[in-house]
């Protein structure tokens, strides 16, 4: 099947995956008189749930996604993305809902197979713009479903309930269209079509010796490739080697921190804002107000989003010199527009500091992601990108368990606003201090420091 064909067909996926139109209402339909839950059985029962799940099921579900070579874990993202949102729909109990959100976290970890699919299946000259097409259908479905959902509840053609058959119907769409995606013969571990002696090569220590983590490709191959056991040895090796490979390297190990602590936030502050803003309606008005443009931000900030994530590419930044000085500043912005959220009851300052916060975060890690990408092999990116995911959800677990949990501070929507705000400043700051470093070290050694560079001028000296 031509590439163009996969391409399509997976773009198609990825729309109908991400049009979601009961999301940017979810919270006020769980405590609005559908569901009836209170603010605090939401914050600290439900939500809390969603984050646990995506944490302990990604890895597990990145390694079976490479076992099963993609396909079927593709099609289970769909499967239980439906079982979701039908549960949401006929549930009434805590349980439902608990349920709801672990099944929710299976599917936000079974998109990994949506994103890896394309380098088991695409030739390599195709990546690049087979990843746009289908960052692209991520991006139009979810502005298309914020569209949808603000234009049906203001106009009053469906509520927050009647919202819950399009996600339903459109993932339970995108479940049976995955079932066209051509099956992947090989994949990245599990599935290589031979153990060629450049996998097994050793890797060295940071004296330079020789480490014994390798098998040599003779050893190997008097096992019968085809049994489980020859299969997990394989794909252990290669996973073990692109890992050292990556995190040996000082350039991923600094953008793959930022990466990792600044997404840990970002998916605290999305998954709690709605209480937030809710909040902030409460102490405003009575129910009977304005409408809720909920749906018109996710809309206007994934457009914006998509757009200056396009003119971020095409910016030739001296990373190695001034990269840690850009994720300190907008790093500290970002903390200040979180603290402006904590203090203000307008919603208008709300939206507007919500949609800046979000655009920041997409743009920075669009650079994070091709700065670590720059310096991987082709086929680990799969791996280094869910490990840092894998790292962010493990930190937002954390957080979740301090900040909210009853166990620990259990603080109010508000004052955990003051915390994530607090959370982003301090990440500046050491990032700042990271880039005092980083200057003297160019003074010292009498290197230009060049604010402007293509990525051929500095490519050798951040390996």
């Not at 399009?166 to 571990?189: D, R």
């Not at 009853?406 to 003051?418: P, V």
Request: proline residues 3%; glycine residues 6%; charged residues 15%.
């Amino acid at each position: 099947m031509e590439w163009y064909v996969i391409s399509g067909i997976l773009c198609v996926f990825g729309f109908l995956k991400e049009f979601r139109p009961n999301e940017p209402f979810v919270t006020n339909y769980l405590v609005g008189p559908w569901k009836n839950f209170t603010d605090s059985q939401v914050n600290q029962e439900i939500f809390p749930l969603g984050t646990y799940s995506y944490f302990s099921t990604l890895i597990l579900v990145f390694l079976l996604t490479d076992l099963v070579r993609y396909k079927p874990a593709i099609i289970l993202c769909g499967l239980s993305g439906t079982a979701t949102f039908a549960i949401l729909r006929y549930g009434t109990t805590i349980g439902h809902m608990q349920a709801v959100q672990f099944l929710y976290g299976l599917m936000l970890s079974t998109e990994v197979a949506y994103y890896t699919y394309i380098y088991a299946k695409v030739d390599k000259q195709r990546y690049q713009k087979v990843t746009s097409h289908t960052r692209g259908a991520f991006l139009l479905g979810r502005f298309t479903a914020g569209v949808v959902a603000q234009l049906t509840t203001s106009f009053d053609l469906l509520d927050y309930e009647q919202l819950n058959y399009l996600s339903m119907g459109s993932l339970g769409v995108a479940t049976v269209w995955a079932c066209f995606l051509p099956p992947v013969g090989q994949s990245i571990y599990f599935n290589r079509a031979s153990p060629m002696a450049t996998d097994f090569s050793p890797s060295l220590d940071s004296q330079g010796s020789a480490m014994t983590l390798s098998t040599s490709p003779r050893k190997l191959s008097s096992v019968d490739e085809s049994s489980f056991v020859a299969k997990f040895r394989h794909a252990y090796h290669l996973l073990w080697e692109d890992f050292i490979r990556a995190y040996t390297n000082r350039h991923v190990i600094k953008w793959s921190l930022w990466w990792a602590f600044a997404t840990c936030g970002y998916l605290q502050v999305i998954s709690y804002v709605q209480l937030l803003w809710k909040n902030a309606i409460e102490y405003q008005r009575d129910p009977g107000g304005p409408d809720i443009y909920n749906g018109a931000v996710e809309a206007i900030y994934t457009i914006i989003s998509a757009v200056v994530v396009f003119g971020v590419g095409n910016l030739h930044f001296n990373y190695p010199l001034v990269g840690e000085a850009i994720l300190s500043v907008f790093s500290i912005f970002e903390g200040f527009l979180l603290l402006v959220s904590y203090i203000s009851y307008n919603m208008w300052i709300l939206y507007v500091s919500y949609i800046a916060f979000g655009i920041i975060y997409h743009s920075i890690i669009t650079i994070a992601s091709f700065e670590v990408a720059k310096h991987l092999s082709e086929d680990s990116y799969g791996l280094i990108f869910g490990i840092n995911t894998f790292m962010a959800l493990l930190f937002q677990s954390i957080m979740t368990y301090i900040v909210i949990d009853e166990q620990c501070l259990n603080l109010d929507i508000r004052s955990q606003f003051m915390v994530y705000g607090s959370y982003y400043i301090v990440l500046g700051v050491i990032f700042m201090i990271m880039n005092v470093f980083t200057v003297m070290y160019y003074l010292k050694n009498q290197k230009p420091l060049k604010i402007w560079a293509k990525s051929t001028d500095y490519m050798a000296e951040s390996d």
